[in-house]
Nanobody, 125 residues
């Protein structure tokens, strides 16, 4: 009923830039927050950036000043512009969305977190 789909990512040399996109679709009533987490091999999933429905933005310490999250409210899409990439940015990046949606089968308005499938970002030195 709700889908979150990422695009972008890939491989880049250190110092370069990439952009990730994440689009939410389905029976969405309210998108409270959308953002990105990442998980490197052998490490826990860490928050990278998020943006709320009010436009409040948060960044993880490791990406502050290098990356920019933005959104297209009408398109229900967020973007992550990643500049000055570093090898330690290599990870699988996951988009998530905190959404109030209509459960058509139950006829109820519910709230939940939805995750994308993940996209690999590899930065070489």
């Amino acid at each position: 009923q709700v889908r979150v789909v990422e695009s972008g990512g890939g491989s880049m040399q250190a110092g370069g830039s990439l952009r990730l996109s994440c689009a939410a679709s389905g029976s969405i009533n309210i998108i409270h927050t959308m953002g990105w987490y990442r998980q490197a091999p052998g490490k826990e999933r860490d928050s990278v950036a998020s943006i709320t429905s009010d436009g409040d933005i948060n960044y993880g310490d490791s990406v502050m000043g290098r990356w920019t999250i933005s959104r297209d409210v009408a398109a229900k899409t967020v973007y992550l512009r990643m500049d000055n990439l570093r090898p330690e940015d290599t990870a699988v990046y996951y988009c998530y969305a905190d959404i109030t949606y209509l459960d058509i089968l139950k006829g109820l308005r519910l709230r939940g977190d939805f995750w994308g499938q993940g996209t690999q970002v590899t930065v070489s030195s």
